[in-house]
Structures are given as C-alpha cells and as structure tokens.
C-alpha cells in the first residue's frame, strides 16, 4: 500500500483524476469503478474541467458504482445515481448505457446483486476502482465485521454511518437503513485501487489504517492483501500519522 500526502484536498483532487485521467488515455475502454460521497467531489470536479477543455473523453468508457441505497428511486435526489449525474456523468461524454449503479429499487435484492456482480464480470472486471474509507474503516458499505469473500450483496447500514450521511437528508429518519455494495472480494478483484481520504475527520482512521492488522473488524485492512493499491490523502489527513 502506498500513501502519497499532497497539500490540500484541491490538490488531492487533481492528483486523483490525473490518475484517472492516465487510465483512460492507456485504455479508453477502461472500466471505472466509481464511489460517492463528498471525497471524491474535487477529482470528478477535476475530470469535467479536463472533458471541457478537451483533454479526456469518457466516450468509451464504462463505470460502475460501489453501492446505492436501497429502497430509493434512482431519481430522487438523495440517490447515489443522482449524485454520479450531478458531480460526473452530466457533464462529461459517458454515455448514458455506459455507467452503472445498483438498482436499490429492484423487486428481488438478492438477485440484482447477483446481476451486477456478473455484470462487472462481463464488462471485463474493474481497471481501477476509486475508494473513500469511512471513520470505522468501512470501504463501499462494508462495515466492520463483513467478510472478506463478500461479494455484491445488501447491507444494513451502521448506525454512525447514517449518522453521518444525515448531513445530505433533512432528517436522520429519510436516510435509508439498508443499501447494496460490492462487497470487499468485489473491490479486491479490481485490477488497481485508489483510495482517497481528506481532512481532520479522516486521521484518525488513516492513522490506523496504516497500522491496522489484516481484519474484518477493520474492512480497510483487506486492502493489504491486494498489490497494487494507492492511497492519496491530504495534509489533514495525514495529521496524526
Ligand atoms: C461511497 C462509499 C463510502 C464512502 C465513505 C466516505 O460510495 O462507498 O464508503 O466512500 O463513507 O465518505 P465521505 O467521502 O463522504 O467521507
């Protein structure tokens, strides 16, 4: 695992879609795996500028979302499919049958996660999957205690998780309790990883991170059983290291 610290969470950003960036130059049919959350805003505000000034197209590119919630409509503005249109897929060249999110809405859960797991396989597998990690080491919505061999499957969110994704509802009562993630097998199948963390909330689980043993109590430290995983942090986020 290799940590790089760049100064600030702008840099982080550019850093992080220049990688991207090269992945897609090297193989414009790349898959993308792609996360949410408020980490990776700057590197998909950073991928749009490189789009609109002509130096990266998307337009054979596929990418898949790590999770979505279930049991909201993929156009309600709290789904994961209306952040990707928000901060990615609708200012970029992607077409629209080229990016894929869980569909948290589907009759049977079990088999939709069972479809996109074999979806990713058909696509080829994951080029390079983009990570945010929460406080408790969760990666996707693997929380604390899901095994390592989990693939796609759903989850019931940890209370502190919906805690802190309250912040985008207008009460802790709207934020859904169940979602549907890859699960850690999935990520670990991805040819290249890059995990992103950024600020003071982050240092802690950074700090940990780094020393972590190989656990499920700990999803993040799963990540060392795989070789090509890069983790870009900021200064504030390397704070307690
Ligand atoms: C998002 C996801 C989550 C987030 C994590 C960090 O698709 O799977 O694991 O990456 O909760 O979230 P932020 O970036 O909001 O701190």
């Given at each position: 695992m290799n940590i790089i610290e760049f100064a600030d969470k702008d840099q982080l950003g550019r850093e992080a879609a220049a990688m991207i960036a090269r992945t897609i130059e090297a193989k414009p049919h790349a898959v993308l795996g792609l996360a949410t959350g408020g980490t990776p805003v700057d590197t998909y505000r950073e991928l749009i500028r490189l789009h609109q000034s002509k130096q990266l197209s998307l337009k054979q590119t596929k990418t898949v979302n790590l999770d979505e919630y279930v049991g909201l409509d993929s156009d309600h503005e709290n789904s994961y499919m209306t952040y990707m249109k928000r901060h990615l897929f609708d200012h970029i060249?992607?077409?629209?049958?080229q990016y894929y999110l869980p569909n948290g809405n589907a009759s049977n859960l079990d088999l939709e996660c069972l479809r996109y797991e074999q979806l990713i396989q058909d696509l080829g597998g994951i080029d390079l999957q983009l990570l945010g990690i929460g406080?408790?080491?969760?990666?996707?919505?693997?929380?604390?205690?899901?095994?390592?061999?989990?693939?796609t499957h759903v989850v019931q969110l940890d209370e502190n998780t919906r805690q802190t994704n309250?912040?985008?509802?207008?009460?802790?009562?709207?934020?859904?309790?169940y979602a549907i993630t890859m699960g850690i097998e999935s990520i670990l199948s991805s040819k290249k990883i890059l995990l992103l963390a950024s600020g003071k909330s982050k240092a802690k689980v950074i700090q940990y991170l780094e020393k972590a043993e190989i656990h499920p109590d700990f999803p993040a430290s799963a990540l060392k059983l795989h070789q090509d995983v890069t983790v870009f942090i900021d200064r504030e986020a390397g704070s307690l290291r």
């Open positions: 060249d992607i077409p629209k049958d406080q408790n080491g969760h990666i996707g919505f693997n929380e604390p205690g899901t095994p390592f061999t989990s693939r309250a912040r985008y509802f207008s009460s802790i009562d709207e934020v859904p309790t």
